[in-house]
């Protein structure tokens, strides 16, 4: 949220959280999609969470508007009737698709009414990753987290759009 009623929220970052979370996950040892460190994958979708769950307890209107954007990655300017009119035929919108399977992460536009989906995300990747080391044939594809944000919002039965940088 931006303006007078701005929430900041800051913590102290535990990266052991995250590492004992990704070794109760990645142990005995398998081999993660890419070699990505584990416990960032859990981190990014934890922020996710949290940040989320910031707004959450406010109980916005269900079509409240959400763009959960990446801001390292720098924030654009979005077409504000555009953004309303993609949301009325889609429940998300995405930017760039990264590969077959993935989306990148640089922002999510969805209403308030679909912030479980995401907030979800952080407890499911553990379950998703579990899935994948037993061979389940209908598992997540890698274990990338652009990847598993789209196998994630495909469980949820999610309608999306891929965007680009056109928003």
Not at 30 to 38: A, R, T, V
Not at 44 to 66: A, C, H, P, R
């Amino acid at each position: 949220k931006f303006g007078n009623d701005s929430n900041i929220y800051l913590y102290h970052y535990n990266k052991q959280k995250h590492v004992k979370k990704t070794d109760k996950v990645w142990k005995p040892k398998f081999i993660n999609s890419y070699f990505q460190q584990g416990y960032r994958i859990f981190s990014f979708f934890f922020n996710i969470k949290g940040v989320l769950n910031m707004i959450q307890n406010e109980k916005y209107d269900d079509n409240t508007v959400i763009i959960l954007s990446r801001v390292d990655i720098g924030l654009k300017l979005y077409n504000e009737t555009k953004i309303l009119n993609l949301l009325n035929e889609y429940d998300i919108i995405l930017g760039n698709r990264t590969n077959v399977h993935g989306t990148d992460s640089k922002a999510f536009i969805f209403k308030y009414k679909y912030i479980d989906v995401f907030t979800s995300l952080y407890d499911s990747y553990e379950l998703y990753i579990l899935d994948k080391k037993l061979n389940n044939p209908n598992s997540v594809v890698t274990t990338c987290p652009e990847d598993i944000v789209m196998y994630h919002l495909k469980k949820k039965n999610m309608k999306y759009i891929f965007t680009g940088d056109t928003i």
